[in-house]
């Protein structure tokens, strides 16, 4: 993966976050990791994100303003959740239902940050 991008982790399971954050560490990108959409739009503010992985369902409510916001800076989305309803809704962009696989979600950061480099 391309060394050094940043990226922004919200979700509110800290387990689920720790697994996902020690994968991309892995690979040498920079993870913040964010409990909910208030702390996510805090940490956006302060630098700039090359990619978002986003679970949709967050404990101070829907992701929505969050997405609108990311879309706006043409960051790229990644969406987890394990509501299929939800995941649904998101299409058409990259979506994982949970439980996944830590491969599964490595290959889609991959992608990404591959359609977004340049």
Do not use: Y
């Amino acid at each position: 993966m391309t060394s050094g991008r940043h990226i922004l982790l919200v979700e509110d399971e800290s387990a689920i976050a720790d697994l996902i954050r020690t994968a991309l560490e892995a690979f040498d990108l920079r993870v913040t990791a964010c409990a909910g959409v208030q702390a996510a739009l805090d940490a956006m503010e302060r630098g700039a994100i090359d990619l978002a992985i986003l679970d949709l369902s967050l404990p101070d409510g829907p992701p929505d303003r969050l997405v609108a916001r990311l879309k706006t800076a043409s960051i790229p989305v990644i969406a987890i959740s394990g509501d299929p309803a939800r995941l649904a809704a998101f299409a058409p962009g990259p979506t994982l239902e949970k439980p996944f696989r830590v491969r599964a979600l490595l290959d889609l950061v991959r992608s990404a940050l591959a359609g977004s480099a340049g």
